[in-house]
């Protein structure tokens, strides 16, 4: 598949405390330290900790930097920087289009070939789902648009190390 | 035991060892000031929250041990906000008590509600809102841990008033004992990795002009006596920050003073050429280095420091240690056993031929002249004791404080360094005489700061706090007017403050202190005299210094520490 040489983006997984405000301070540390967040995903793993996986901005800062400030706050307790090769990453999309009636069937070759979902459909109106790689999903993104993409959401990338 | 939040707050406070608060009441704090009454804690009653918190931070400092301070919800929460910022940037350890409305009214824009967590988010190193009061113990007791410990630095637990009030349910608790610490991402790392202090003596036996680079660090990690015993090992001369004056001696002949925008011809300039920096817990901050690009060119860097995220987030460290600075230069020590150092003789004549030429030096005053700030602060150095604490306001009187007082012992200068807090002084040096009453204290004000934080004065008066202020008035914003000089043609720009008003003597009489005022050379020995003399209430001695006078060297804003400006009647010299 086509994975980009140098990476725009750091992933970073980050187990926290679950613990009033923590996302506001995560998300505070980025703002006032001027680091970009690309997306992020965050919920709860268990009782005492939740895992958010943060996209961040090669660019807006050394990543070294981005974690040694993570870190310092005293409800993360871990940060495990992933890679292509090391992590399994995932996003889910949702999309509502609305299209011209004759390139329905197209459509859904497109979406079988991506190995995505169908969730409905009408004469004029496809809603459908992805869930892959983050770049899988700007992949069909892009191929969707030219046929009239109405609305859409993305959940953010979550990763976890891969199996050794 | 069975007790209200208000009560358990205090008994909390005593469990860590608390033996004064600076504070000041309000509705949503009511019921924990009900408590302070049974308490043997001392409470000190300020004039303004602000001035609490740099109470806290100036005690601290000077004692070692953590401050507290103690106000209101709303508008009080954001009067210490200032000193939160301040002991943040400048890594004091204190505990911040803020009273909150009542749970339930959170988020309803209650009466004096404000989001205290939220705003204090990023000026404190962690916080706390406290939803049930038999969170208290163990709660207080991670405060005093987190703001204590690796880094210090400000903590601040908010407490909504129904945990507090003895007349509501919501407050009752049973009081434990605070169990272990259950911090899984707070593990501050003391101890070096030894690899790396192996590295780093090895790079520092083969430099030929080494210069240690002593910042704040050293001070916390309570590491004076090794950073001595290290210098006089390894015959390195040592620059001592605006933060770390008073972490070596300045009599020490290895200790070279200041470096940084102000600092002394000869510390900027051995940075400047040193092959190898050691950074013993200091942090490049752009006041120190100047221009970055053109920072220390020549030199490979070791950096210790106990946050990580100082290593290499200015200068890249050729050898980063990670560690409390104390431990981390007794390590160092150890493993320097028997080594050889490559030869420093012609370093230290480079750096001698710099100090004969270009000493710290001012032009004596004009005969009928006025007085001279360097020649008042020389004057109160030498007529006071040798451990005098000393705690500066923020301008160009905070400099001349800085080079001309001569700091022999640790934790005795005191002053806002990292934010620059104009005001600072007057309070941080009642926290400090609260903590050290056997000490002389001199706040060394500017008349901007003085009327910043000068209603402090009334608390030192009536909670017999004896400090003593010499106030160096220029009658001017001189920092500021200087930069207007230098830099924008000397179009004066808000910076005169008006004088004669107001009267320092009357102010200071009204507010309780001896005051003395001083505009005769001949009369400045003779007027510290008394002031020193003076135990039972505050003095404020008020200087009329030259008003025109200018800061050197400095280094310009933005520009390379190479063209470090020196006083005008050395530059002639240079050109001869
Ligand atoms: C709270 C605050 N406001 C503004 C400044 C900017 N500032 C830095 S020094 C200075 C002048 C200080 O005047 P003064 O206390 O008279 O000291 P001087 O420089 O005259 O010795 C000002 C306005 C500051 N550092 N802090
Ligand atoms: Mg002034």
Redesign the pocket.
């Known amino acids: 598949m086509r994975r980009s040489q140098m990476p725009s983006t750091h992933t970073l997984a980050v187990l926290v405390e679950n613990k009033a405000g923590v996302l506001a301070r995560v998300a505070g540390l980025f703002a006032r330290r001027g680091f970009n967040i690309e997306s992020l995903a965050v919920a709860p793993t268990d009782e005492r900790f939740s895992r958010i996986t943060i996209v961040v901005d090669a660019q807006s800062a050394p990543i070294d930097q981005i974690k040694k400030q993570l870190d310092k706050l005293i409800n993360v307790v871990d940060i495990v920087e992933l890679s292509t090769e090391s992590a399994a990453l995932r996003e889910m999309v949702l999309v509502r289009m609305k299209v011209d009636p004759g390139k329905v069937p197209e459509i859904e070759e497109l979406v079988e070939g991506f190995s995505g979902t169908i969730i409905n459909a009408t004469e004029d109106h496809l809603m459908l789902s992805l869930s892959s790689h983050p770049e899988d999903l700007d992949d069909l993104l892009s191929q969707l648009r030219p046929f009239g993409i109405e609305e859409l959401q993305r959940t953010g990338a979550i990763a976890i190390p891969r199996i050794e | 035991m069975q007790m209200d939040g208000g009560q358990a707050l205090l008994k909390a406070l005593e469990f860590e060892g608390v033996e004064m608060v600076f504070g000041y009441p309000g509705g949503a704090i009511l019921p924990v000031y009900d408590s302070v009454l049974e308490s043997g804690i001392r409470h000190v009653l300020v004039r303004h929250e602000q001035g609490a918190g740099h109470m806290a931070s100036g005690y601290a400092h000077a004692t070692g041990k953590p401050g507290v301070v103690m106000v209101t919800s709303g508008p009080a929460a954001t009067n210490i906000v200032?000193p939160l910022a301040d002991a943040y940037l400048d890594s004091v350890p204190i505990v911040a008590i803020t009273g909150q409305v009542p749970y339930g009214l959170i988020g309803t824009d209650a009466f004096q509600e404000t989001d205290t967590t939220g705003i204090t988010m990023a000026v404190t190193k962690h916080n706390y809102l406290v939803s049930d009061p038999n969170d208290i113990p163990h709660i207080v007791h991670e405060a005093f841990h987190i703001a204590t410990h690796g880094r210090p630095g400000p903590v601040l637990i908010d407490l909504p008033k129904n945990i507090t009030d003895a007349a509501n349910p919501d407050s009752l608790m049973t009081w434990k004992d605070p169990g272990p610490l259950d911090l899984p991402g707070f593990q501050p790392v003391l101890d070096a990795d030894p690899a790396d202090v192996t590295a780093a003596v090895k790079l520092w036996t083969e430099a030929s002009r080494p210069v240690i680079y002593a910042g704040g660090g050293i001070l916390k990690a309570r590491g004076a006596a090794e950073l001595t015993a290290l210098a006089e090992r390894t015959n390195t001369p040592v620059v001592t920050t605006l933060m770390a004056r008073g972490a070596m001696p300045d009599s020490h002949e290895l200790n070279l003073g200041m470096p940084g925008m102000h600092g002394n011809y000869t510390a900027v300039m051995a940075m400047q050429e040193a092959d190898l920096l050691i950074a013993l817990g200091s942090r490049f901050d752009d006041r120190v280095t100047g221009r970055l690009d053109s920072f220390a060119p020549d030199a490979k860097v070791i950096h210790v420091d106990i946050d990580p995220a100082e290593l290499g987030k200015i200068r890249m460290p050729d050898v980063a240690i990670r560690g409390d600075a104390k431990r981390v230069m007794a390590a160092m020590l150890a493993e320097f056993g028997s080594a050889t150092l490559a030869d420093h003789g012609g370093w230290r004549s480079t750096l001698s031929g710099w100090q004969e030429n270009y000493p710290l030096a001012y032009e004596s005053a004009e005969p009928g002249g006025k007085l001279k700030?360097q020649m008042v602060l020389e004057r109160l150095r030498d007529a006071s004791p040798k451990d005098t604490i000393v705690a500066s306001?923020?301008?160009?009187?905070?400099m001349w404080a800085s080079q001309y007082w001569q700091f022999d012992h640790a934790y005795t200068w005191l002053n806002s360094g990292g934010l620059?807090?104009?005001?600072y002084s007057i309070p941080a040096a009642i926290g400090a005489k609260a903590g050290m009453p056997d000490r002389t204290v001199w706040a060394i004000?500017?008349?901007?700061?003085?009327q910043?934080t000068c209603q402090e004065l009334i608390t030192a008066a009536v909670e017999k706090i004896p400090i003593k202020v010499a106030l160096?008035n220029?009658s001017?914003?001189?920092?500021?007017?200087?930069w207007q000089e230098m830099f924008y043609e000397n179009r004066y720009s808000e910076v005169d403050?008006g004088g004669p008003v107001p009267d320092y003597i009357k102010l200071s009489e009204a507010m309780g202190c001896v005051a003395i005022r001083v505009e005769d050379p001949d009369e400045v020995e003779a007027a510290i005299e008394r002031a020193n003399a003076i135990n039972d209430r505050p003095v404020v001695v008020e200087f009329v210094t030259e008003p025109e006078e200018n800061v050197y060297p400095m280094v310009p804003g933005g520009k390379s520490n190479s063209e470090v400006v020196v006083p005008p009647f050395q530059q002639k010299e240079r050109n001869q």
């Open positions: 200032t700030p306001g923020v301008g160009q009187h905070q620059g807090t104009m005001g004000d500017g008349d901007g700061c003085f910043m160096l220029n001017y914003l001189g920092m500021v007017r200087q403050l």
